[in-house]
C-alpha cells in the first residue's frame, strides 16, 4: 500500500463562542491574524499564516447549530490538520487502510482583498467521530492557496516562522500512534520517551501520557477535564526567542518563563493550550 505522504496544513484553537476573546489573546501573544472570516459551513475564524503552514482560531456563530462538534468540545488545541493535493486519492488510501472517514466535503469562505472579494475553496477528509477521542483529525486539500498564503499576514511579532511540534496526551500512547501508523505507515512513526513521535514534513506531531506532559510543562500544562487522550502544546519555530519574549511582555501574557532555550507560555494564557517558542 501506498500511504500519504504526511504534511502538516494547520493547527486549530476552538475559541467556542468567543471569537473576539480569542482574537484578542492571540494578538497579544504576538500574532498577527487575518480578518474574521465567514465559512459557509457555518462557523467563522482568524488566522495566523506562517510559511507553509499555520494556526486557525475556530468558533461558532452565535445561535448557529451547523458546527455542533465547536461547542461541543472544550476551548483549547482541538483540530490536527494534514494536508493533501489530492483528497480523493486520500480518502481512497484512508478506506484502505481501515481508518473510518467521510467522503470528501466541499466549503468556502470569502476573503475580501484589495481588487475585491474572492472565495477560498476548500476539501476536507475527516476522520469520523470516535475514531480519535483526542479531537479532530483531518486533511485539507487547498484549492486557492494564494488567497490563504499571502504575504501582508505572515509576519508576527513574536518572530514564529510555522509550527514545530504538536503535543497530544494520551493514557495509551500505542493506541494513537497505531492510529497513525495506519494512517501514515509504521515507518513515519518512531519511540520517544513516555510515547510516540509522528513525523509530519518539517514538524512533528509527539503523543505522550499525561505524566510526560506535566513532567514537560509543569503547571503550564493544561487540565484534561477527566479525558483520556486531548490536544495538549503547541511548540513554534520563531526567528527569536527574545523577539517572542518581548512581544509576550508587550502583550501582558501572564505566567510566561523561560524554560532553557525555549518560551513557554501556559493554557491558562493561550485559551487551553500551552504554547512553547523555540528556535
Not at 499525561?210 to 519555530?237: N, Q
Request: charged letters at 20%; glycine letters at 12%.
Amino acid at each position: 500500500m501506498i500511504f500519504p505522504v504526511p504534511t502538516l496544513d494547520h493547527v486549530v484553537i476552538n475559541v467556542r463562542d468567543r471569537i473576539d476573546a480569542g482574537a484578542d489573546t492571540y494578538r497579544r501573544l504576538g500574532f498577527t491574524l487575518t480578518p474574521r472570516g465567514y465559512h459557509t459551513l457555518g462557523s467563522m475564524n482568524h488566522l495566523a499564516m506562517f510559511g507553509t503552514d499555520y494556526l486557525e482560531l475556530i468558533a461558532a456563530k452565535p445561535g448557529d447549530t451547523q458546527r455542533p462538534e465547536i461547542m461541543e468540545a472544550p476551548e483549547g488545541l482541538n483540530g490536527l490538520v494534514f494536508g493533501t493535493d489530492d483528497s480523493a486519492a486520500t480518502f481512497a488510501a484512508m478506506e484502505q487502510a481501515g481508518v473510518p472517514c467521510f467522503p470528501p466535503g466541499e466549503f468556502s469562505r470569502p476573503v475580501e482583498l484589495p481588487d475585491g472579494k474572492r472565495d477560498a475553496v476548500f476539501r476536507t477528509v475527516r476522520l469520523k467521530p470516535g475514531v480519535a477521542p483526542c479531537g479532530r483529525l483531518y486533511f485539507c486539500h487547498h484549492f486557492t492557496r494564494d488567497l490563504v498564503w499571502r504575504d501582508e499576514w505572515r509576519h508576527h511579532a513574536n518572530g514564529v516562522t510555522g509550527v514545530a511540534r504538536a503535543v497530544i496526551a494520551a493514557r495509551d500512547p500505542a493506541g494513537l500512534g497505531d492510529l497513525f501508523g495506519r494512517m501514515f505507515g509504521a515507518d513515519a512513526l518512531r519511540p520517544i520517551e513516555g510515547g510516540v513521535a509522528l513525523t509530519v514534513g518539517v514538524s512533528r506531531f509527539d503523543v505522550i501520557s499525561p505524566e510526560r506532559l506535566a513532567a514537560e510543562f509543569g503547571d503550564a500544562a493544561p487540565d484534561g477535564g477527566g479525558r483520556d487522550s486531548f490536544m495538549a502544546a503547541l511548540e513554534f519555530r520563531t526567528r527569536s526567542t527574545n523577539a517572542a519574549w518581548a512581544a509576550l511582555g508587550s502583550g501582558g501574557i501572564s505566567g510566561v518563563r523561560r524554560d532553557g532555550d525555549r518560551v513557554i507560555v501556559p493554557a491558562s494564557s493561550a485559551f487551553g493550550a500551552t504554547l512553547a517558542f523555540c528556535l
